[in-house]
């Protein structure tokens, strides 16, 4: 949990929005489940440039760009020690949406930004992985119709690959 307080901080101070995502918001939304990783998303490129990260006192970053066909810019693997983390760098301007909906939660003291758990969800149908499919079914069962109608109002914006999956998942 250090290393996910000490990126989100670097983030913050080069003016970087950023949320946590994966793990960290499901368990900030009720749902606990096992992960090896911390992951982080921005929409701002300037992270896939080495220079950005020279400065971080905490790990060492890799660097991966997403090619044309990637549905993401890239992802900036750090390492420090026995955590991980993974700023995800999303490119679609729904996700900079999402960014702008983040929320302030406590962690172990710390304030930490975090996606809504509507986003969370268009996140998930958006990476349409069968983990990603099992937590959306978690958190709906959570609660159900806030969720649905606010997921709902939204999900418009993916493409229509993760419109179909959330049409699958809340067939009545």
């Known amino acids: 949990m250090n290393l996910l307080v000490a990126v989100l901080g670097y983030l913050h101070a080069r003016h970087v929005q950023a949320a946590a995502i994966g793990g960290v918001a499901l368990a900030a939304h009720g749902i606990v489940r096992a992960t090896l990783d911390a992951d982080v998303l921005v929409t701002d490129r300037t992270v896939l440039h080495p220079e950005f990260w020279a400065a971080l006192a905490t790990g060492r970053a890799e660097i991966r ?52 758990c509507a986003d969370l969800v268009l996140l998930k149908l958006f990476a349409g992985g069968p983990q990603d499919v099992v937590d959306v079914r978690l958190l709906l069962a959570a609660d159900e ?17 993760a419109r179909a999956l959330w049409h699958e998942l809340t067939r009545t």
Do not use: C
């Open 65 to 116: 760009e997403g090619d044309l066909d990637d549905p993401l810019a890239g992802v900036v693997r750090i390492a420090d020690g026995y955590e991980l983390l993974d700023v995800v760098v999303g490119k679609h301007p729904w996700q900079t949406q999402v960014l702008t909906r983040a929320v302030a939660i406590t962690v172990a003291g710390h304030a930490v930004m975090t996606v809504g």
């Open 145 to 161: 119709s806030t969720l649905r109608s606010e997921v709902e109002s939204r999900v418009q914006e993916l493409p229509a690959d």
